[in-house]
């Protein structure tokens, strides 16, 4: 028989009695983001390098025997973020009314979503919320370390990007008005590429009133088309499919799919309860069908196994590792040892890409700043032959 999630009772918090909460609502499908996303709180942003500090911070002061409450307390004092200085003192406030911290949490559903709720209160009711808070910690870190990682691997192409753009806008905002005057005399004789400049700056000069709307124009197509299921299908396709990026969005994916799934078993969530919050969590059309199936056989008494065999995006040996992991009811340990193996795997390709795109946006930045710096040499050289 499933277990609703939303209906364990938490455990009473050391040193402090828990009045009884209301009934609560199903919040399967309240929480439409991951870990991975963080949402706006009005028009404060609590970033996950936040989160894991006041997470790291909660559990060490549980673990050195400090009550919940003064705990939270200080922590609302103490964080620097906006967001959580925001949120924190009504945390705070609720629970020295008597309610648990996994219903205060619930309260504000886009600094603290499904996954952070649901461990939190999986704790409180087994009476380990430090252990949990710990757990939950160690994978916000991590995640923390891989979008680090891929945020170092994207800087110097963006920096390159930013430098080249500045080279052309300094050529034609500069070099053009200085020589075109002496390119007149040329006419036909110019070289294709300066002709196709010199005709790009005049249509900008002369009709810029019509870019606004064109871009007003292609940014609502492109909002209507964004909101069209196909199109956000088709996109989640993509993202697996592309050379190389695919394969880095494939272990992103599995490593949120592994170790969300790994926490939330560890730390006796239900199955039921613990795969649609994976679902949220990895939300990408791919897997859709993959975890109805995985819904389908958990409540037809089946397990987890069969419905991973049957997945075909899924390699062999993952496949085994689950069906051993179910067998000898070490599942859980299962998951966040595939969750280990992802995110190897997922910080050696953005490694190996970063070395990858260096040196393919250099040849692209010699190539545009090439081009543009040719289209006025050829020229000169031509008025110098004219003059000699």
Not at 18 to 35: I, K, N, Q, V, Y
Not at 103 to 131: K, M, N, T, W, Y
Not at 289 to 306: C, D, I, K, P, T
Not at 360 to 365: A, G, H, K, S, T
Request: positive net charge; aromatic residues 8%; proline residues 5%.
């Amino acid at each position: 028989m499933a277990i609703d999630l939303a209906r364990i009772e938490p455990a009473e918090p050391r040193g402090r009695a828990e009045a009884p909460e209301p009934a609560r609502r199903d919040t399967a499908s309240a929480f439409p983001r991951g870990l991975l996303h963080r949402p706006l709180l009005s028009s404060r942003r609590v970033g996950l390098d936040d989160l894991v500090l006041m997470t790291r911070q909660l559990a060490l002061l549980l673990q050195s025997g400090n009550g919940l409450v003064p705990s939270v307390g200080a922590l609302a004092q103490q964080m620097r973020s906006p967001g959580l200085r925001a949120v924190l003192p009504q945390v705070h406030a609720h629970l020295e009314e008597g309610r648990s911290l996994s219903h205060c949490l619930e309260a504000h559903p886009r600094v603290f979503d499904q996954l952070f709720v649901s461990i939190v209160r999986a704790g409180e009711a087994s009476g380990e919320l430090r252990e949990s808070l710990s757990r939950l910690a160690d994978i916000l870190e991590t995640r923390r370390r891989l979008r680090a990682s891929i945020r170092e691997a994207m800087t110097y192409p963006l920096v390159l990007t930013v430098i080249m753009f500045g080279v052309v806008v300094f050529m034609v905002t500069y070099l053009v008005p200085r020589f075109g005057h002496l390119f007149e005399a040329l006419g036909d004789a110019l070289p294709w590429s300066t002709r196709l400049i010199f005709a790009a700056i005049g249509f900008v000069r002369s009709r810029w009133w019509i870019l606004p709307p064109i871009a007003l124009v292609a940014g609502l197509g492109a909002r209507a088309l964004w909101r069209r299921e196909a199109t956000r299908r088709a996109w989640d396709w993509l993202r697996v499919s592309l050379p190389l990026i695919g394969r880095l969005h494939t272990e992103a994916y599995m490593f949120q799919l592994f170790s969300a799934f790994g926490l939330l078993l560890g730390s006796r969530v239900p199955h039921l309860g613990a795969i649609e919050i994976v679902r949220q969590t990895v939300r990408n059309a791919r897997y859709a069908g993959f975890f109805a199936s995985l819904q389908q056989h958990v409540e037809a008494g089946r397990g987890v196994a069969q419905a991973f065999r049957e997945a075909e995006f899924l390699p062999e040996t993952v496949k085994l590792m689950v069906a051993t992991g179910e067998m000898s009811g070490a599942l859980d340990t299962v998951m966040m040892q595939l969750s280990q193996h992802y995110r190897e795997e997922l910080e050696r390709d953005i490694r190996r890409l970063s070395t990858l795109v260096e040196p393919v946006m250099l040849v692209i930045m010699g190539l545009v700043v090439g081009f543009i710096a040719t289209a006025f040499i050829l020229p000169l050289f031509r008025l110098s032959r004219l003059v000699h």
